[in-house]
């Protein structure tokens, strides 16, 4: 009897092998009539088999890893909205700021129905963002590192980089599939403006321009202290920042090298918010911003570094072969050009958050622009002249590659 159930449980998963493509998009129905074709006498035994297989076996091992990492992908439009809607109500910063709160003074507070308020946190508490605290009436709070990352309070937070997604990169983004046929930054479509890149078009408004740069300024918060504190700019007199941005990073570093003077080359639009910054860290001793295109402008001839932080992964391979030449030109012996940046395994497998900014560069930015690997700008260093190159690999998938005029 043993031997004969083995023999059937053997067979019932290979059979549950081949219809595994059934089973794990729900269809019980078809993998039961295949069961039941094939044994037509087993059927009280079979559905108990089958349900211990399917339930203990099949759905832990193999289903569920996988919709682990499916459903995310799946529910992502939701799950994001969600956390979006919770950032626009500054949710996570009035729980930071109260503790814990009830459904109701939560749904008072947000000033809506606490039907609705419940919809929002269900969704927030099983993602993890809030934790729930099950009595009479149940109580939320901030999981602790929500606290650091979507507080209002916390300096490490990430807010911005959440609207930044939602008003500007979400509907753009719907677009990914004609981008990919045409090569052409198709959702560009949803901003208005003149010109061809999402850079172009944000000059033209300048809230979604104040979104953007306090967005890269949050994600560049904490990798950009990694390059301040790891890379070495004791040698570097004269520094310019190529597409600068609000000036953090030049700040930055200047608060760690007293010796050293920067400037940033940007465009005029991020100028006036880059000087804000400047004076307000009263580093005008010593920081300045330049304005200028870094394809059609020149650049300056009294510089020792060039940096190109979060910059070059913007263009095409052409576009950067030309950038880099330009800075070699441009750069006196000794001089060093240093990009720094997320960049690709040069196997080609990730990280995630290099992948996420292929679609994001084709789709909205430029159409062009592309995570490289180290591998990539190590190559067109040394095509361009540049020696003694180094690879940095710093936290959060970042990477210094830099390179010096002999
Ligand atoms: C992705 S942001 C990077 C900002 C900053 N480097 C950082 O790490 O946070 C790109 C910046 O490049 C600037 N930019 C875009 N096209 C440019 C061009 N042709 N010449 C100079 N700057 C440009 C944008 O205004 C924006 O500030």
Known sequence: MKIAIQGALSRISETLSETLGHSVVGRQDALDEFLRERWPKLSPLKSRLQLLMVRNVLEPLVIQPYQRRMLPVLFGPIYFQALSAAVRFDLFTLLDQRGELTLSEIAEALEIDPKEARVLLDVLVTLGFIQKRPSEEASYYNHWLTKWYLSENSPLNIKAVVDWYHYICYKP??????????????????????????????????????????????????????????????????????????????????QRNPHLRARIFDSPSVEKLAQENIQKAHLQDRLSTLRG?????????????????????????????????????????????????????????????????????????????????????????????????????????????????A
């Not at 570097?236 to 190529?242: A, F």
């Open 173 to 254: 983004m719907y677009h990914f599939f004609e981008a990919l046929k045409t090569g052409q930054n198709e959702g560009l479509v949803e901003i208005d403006g003149e010109g061809d890149t999402l850079y172009q078009r944000l000059t033209q408004h300048p809230e979604l321009e104040r979104i953007f740069q306090k967005a890269m300024e949050q994600i560049s918060t904490s990798a950009n202290r990694s390059l301040a504190s790891y890379v070495d700019f004791s040698q570097v007199r004269s520094l310019v920042d190529v597409g600068g941005g609000n000036a953090s990073n030049i700040i930055a570093i200047a």
């Open 293 to 405: 295109d870094c394809f059609k402008d020149p650049y300056p001839q009294d510089a020792d570094c060039f940096l190109y932080c979060h910059f070059l992964d913007i263009w095409s391979e052409e576009q950067n072969k030309f950038l880099i030449n330009k800075t070699y030109q441009a750069l006196p012996a000794g001089g060093q050009i240093i990009i720094f940046d997320i960049m690709q395994r040069d196997d080609g497998k990730g990280p995630l958050t290099a992948v996420a900014g292929h679609p994001y560069f084709l789709t909205l930015a430029t159409g062009q622009g592309f995570i490289y690997s180290a591998q990539e700008y190590e190559s067109w260093l040394t095509e361009a002249g540049f020696t003694q190159i180094q690879r940095l690999h710093l936290p959060q998938d970042h990477i210094a590659v830099i390179g010096h005029k």
